[in-house]
């Protein structure tokens, strides 16, 4: 197991994290590193994308710490921490469609990304509708 693998798993137990997800333009990079397969993230001004699916409540300090923490772990100026019950459905799936960096249990991770899938397109109508309605399309 890399040190880093072994860094974020220790991370998520300190905080009662149940997964943790690297999404966005940096999404793979963070995996490759968590892997081992590369030794840094590339010095770039770009954040790093992280979602996280707790056990309970985070609180703002523990959200800032993690942050923090997260940004020393991967060496990057900025981690855009995101808590998964806390955003709307289609950002979680934009979160969970990204690269798993930590799973306590993998069948909990693959239930989890199904049910936001799910949950994701019964509401697609409702949204497609109110993007119609936005751009005065009904």
Do not use: C, W
């Amino acid at each position: 197991m890399s040190k880093v693998k072994q860094a974020l798993e220790e991370l998520a137990e300190r905080f009662g994290l149940k997964i943790i997800y690297g999404f966005g333009s940096r999404g793979r990079e963070a995996l490759e590193f968590v892997n081992g397969d590369r030794l840094r993230l590339d010095p770039t001004p770009s954040d790093l994308d992280v979602g996280v699916k707790p056990a309970g409540t985070v609180t703002v300090s523990e959200k800032v710490d993690l942050a923090l923490r997260l940004e020393e772990l991967f060496g990057v100026p900025r981690v855009d921490l995101i808590v998964l019950p806390e955003v709307s459905t289609f950002l979680a799936l934009e979160i969970v469609s990204g690269e798993l960096l930590f799973a306590e249990d993998p069948h909990y991770e693959a239930e989890y990304q199904l049910y936001t899938m799910r949950k994701a397109a019964e509401l697609a109508p409702y949204r497609e509708m109110k993007k119609r309605m936005v751009l005065g399309l009904e």
